[in-house]
Every structure is written in C-alpha cells, then in structure tokens.
C-alpha cells in the first residue's frame, strides 16, 4: 500500500482532471504521474479545507501540506507543498560552511535578514532552520506571521545556558500582512519572521521594526541579491516615503541578504550573500553603496567572499 505521507517528494501537482504528478527525479524539472491508495481521501480534505483564500494549510494525518489553489482554463488544480515534520538543523541545509559559519553567528544582532529565490527553492526552510538555531543557541521570543503556516516552529526551546526560547506562529489576519506586523511588534518579539516581503507597507513596517532592534527575517522573490535589495528599495519607495529615504531604510535595516537556487539532480543547494556589519555605528562599503542608489555590489561580494573562504571574520565587531 502506497500512502501519501510515506512517498517522497517536495511538491505534488494536482491538475483540473485530478491527476497528479510529481518531480521525476531523473531530470532538472521533469515530472512523473504517481498513485497514491488514500490520493481520493487526501483530495477531499484539500478541497473541503479551501475558505476562499488561494494559499492555505492542509493537515493531513499528521503531515503539514502547503495548498496553493488557481483556476486554469479547464477548472481548479494545486500545487501542494509536503511540509517536513520537524524543522531541519541548519548545518544540514547545504550552505557553504563560511556562509553558514556568519548566519549563525548573527542571533545577538539587529536587522532584517532577507531571503531570495524563486519558488521552491528552499527560502522558508531556511528562514525557519536559522530562527531554530538562534532560539536554541540564544532563547528569546519569537513571533511568526505567515500564510499559511508552514514550518513546525511553534513551541518551548532549551538552550545550553539553561535559558529558553519560546516561538508563536500565527497566520497573517484574513491575508493582512500589515496588522499580522502590527500585531507581533505589540508582543514585544526578540525575532520576528514575516513569511513573505509582498507589499510597500509591509516592507516599510519591517524596515522600521529591523532598525528599531529587533532581528527580522523575511522572503522576496528575486533572481539575484542585487534584484532582491532593489525590489525591497521600490517596495520601500512606494510606501509612501521618498526614493532617497527608502535607500536610507534599507541601507540602515539590512543585515544581510542571501540568494539561493536549486540545481542540479539530485538538487543540490547553489547560495551567494551579502552582508552588512551588524554594528550599524561603524563605516560599512555595503551601507554606503546602498545610501548611493547605485547598487553594483559585485565586487564587494566577491571580496567578502574571498575573506570568509580565507577563514577571516567580515567585521571584527562580531
């Protein structure tokens, strides 16, 4: 018997006929028809758990399922993410080990930490991996926005020092990512993790929460790290502030950008990164290309690169 819940896979492909497809596995993107024993039980639940909203979660014996629902030119498919059952360590996720070596070293700071990529390539899962590591390492509280929920975060966490770390997942209020941001920074939050930077209000209220000392992180959808600052920068400008203060936001907020993509088969994780220096008091070349509107940082990442393969910290200060 072949159950949903026991078959491997990252996302299932739902089409208007109920056929379902999922990555082949032998190829880049090539897919491949499966059948699952309990598939008419599980489309049930996914169809009847739909209130409207396209994105919405799906628990399904046990398993988190991620549902976005479209309307194609024959009627209704989904795409549906199969969620893991417990949050991956962070060692585990395939980032260069320098790279990984200056994520985790950033739990004591402030600012946003901006994740990019397309979709599926493993933003949330890192988002949620690093939060995990810094509420097991440093404690504090933590506060989730999301729609919907998809990592397993919620819950009490143990750290070394005997301390704790304590995390509070919560959907963004009828898909109001602005008042879900509202909300959590009235819970005064040590870590706040916004879902997804999707609109010039919210990208304003995380600016602002990342230089008011909290350590943000967040998602875009960008094609590279330059892409994702500049798409933050026009969200910024657009959100009712001048296109010199939005550069001024960003260049004062940011604390680090990644990108990643998956390639290869199997997947394997391809990452580049830029960094700030988390002691916003002291001169810093990215600050300062930001501030300039002229966001050519191919140099500077290659330079910070080359320090961190060298095994030297990028800001002393850390």
């Given at each position: 018997m072949t159950l949903i819940n026991d078959e491997e896979f990252s996302d299932l492909y739902v089409t208007p006929q109920k056929e379902a497809f999922i990555w082949s596995k032998k190829t880049a993107y090539g897919l491949q028809p499966v059948v699952f024993d309990d598939y008419s039980e599980f489309i049930e639940e996914v169809e009847n758990r739909y209130e409207g909203q396209p994105s919405y979660l799906v628990v399904y014996n046990g398993y988190n399922y991620r549902v976005e629902r479209t309307v194609s030119l024959y009627g209704v498919q989904y795409c549906i993410r199969k969620m893991p059952l417990s949050v991956p360590d962070f060692n585990t996720l395939g980032f260069p080990p320098v790279i990984a070596k200056h994520l985790c070293s950033l739990g004591r700071s402030s600012g946003l930490l901006l994740v990019s990529g397309a979709t599926g390539s493993g933003k949330s899962t890192t988002m949620a991996s690093l939060l995990k590591t810094f509420l097991t390492t440093?404690?504090?509280?933590?506060?989730?926005?999301?729609?919907?929920?998809?990592?397993?975060?919620?819950?009490?966490?143990?750290?070394?020092?005997?301390?704790?770390?304590?995390?509070?997942?919560?959907?963004?209020?009828?898909?109001?990512?602005?008042?879900?941001?509202?909300?959590?920074?009235?819970?005064?939050?040590?870590?706040?993790?916004?879902?997804?930077?999707?609109?010039?209000?919210?990208?304003?209220?995380?600016?602002?929460?990342?230089?008011?000392?909290?350590?943000?992180?967040?998602?875009?959808?960008?094609?590279?790290?330059?892409?994702?600052?500049?798409?933050?920068?026009?969200?910024?400008?657009?959100?009712?502030?001048?296109?010199?203060?939005?550069?001024?936001?960003?260049?004062?907020?940011?604390?680090?950008?990644?990108?990643?993509?998956?390639?290869?088969?199997?997947?394997?994780?391809?990452?580049s990164s830029l960094f700030t220096n988390p002691d916003v008091t002291k001169p810093d070349q990215v600050r300062g290309i930001i501030k300039s509107g002229k966001l050519n940082f191919a140099t500077v990442m290659e330079a910070q690169n080359i320090k961190m393969l060298n095994g030297k910290p990028l800001f002393t200060e850390i």
């Open positions: 440093e404690g504090g509280y933590a506060f989730t926005i999301e729609n919907p929920i998809e990592m397993p975060l919620d819950g009490i966490y143990r750290c070394p020092s005997g301390d704790f770390g304590l995390c509070k997942q919560t959907s963004a209020p009828g898909g109001m990512w602005a008042e879900g941001l509202k909300a959590a920074l009235r819970s005064a939050p040590r870590y706040i993790l916004l879902g997804e930077i999707r609109t010039p209000e919210v990208a304003c209220l995380a600016l602002q929460a990342a230089m008011s000392g909290h350590l943000i992180f967040s998602t875009i959808h960008a094609n590279s790290v330059p892409d994702a600052v500049n798409s933050l920068v026009k969200y910024a400008a657009s959100g009712g502030v001048s296109e010199d203060m939005a550069y001024e936001l960003v260049s004062g907020s940011l604390l680090g950008c990644i990108h990643q993509i998956l390639v290869g088969v199997p997947k394997m994780l391809k990452v």
